[in-house]
């Protein structure tokens, strides 16, 4: 192992596989074999398939708006005002 080992007063984050009922670490670790560590498990595990945009908290946030019903157009359209105020400025 390079580099300096891991101390008690260090945290880090080290990315692993879940095989055979054992984590294994994707890169070398700076550890003591035979350290005792503590693995935290994201609610949600990445996986290889994208994410929709679907389930993205953001998603429907502009829903029942009566300012504008079609968000795509309102965008569409403020980006057209945005054009044509700089083109009046050249």
């Not at 003591?32 to 953001?58: C, H, M, N, Q």
């Not at 079609?70 to 359209?77: A, G, K, L, M």
């Not at 403020?78 to 009046?88: E, M, Y």
């Amino acid at each position: 192992m390079c580099g300096p080992e891991y101390t008690d007063s260090e945290s880090m984050t080290i990315a692993a596989k879940y095989e055979n009922g054992v984590f294994r670490p994707l890169q070398d670790v700076p550890v003591k074999e035979g350290t005792v560590v503590e693995v935290y498990l994201p609610a949600e595990a990445p996986t290889d398939k994208p994410r929709s945009i679907g389930d993205s908290p953001f998603a429907g946030m502009w829903k029942g708006r009566e300012d504008m019903p079609d968000s795509v157009e309102y965008i569409d359209r403020l980006r057209r005002n945005c054009t044509a105020d700089f083109i009046g400025l050249i």
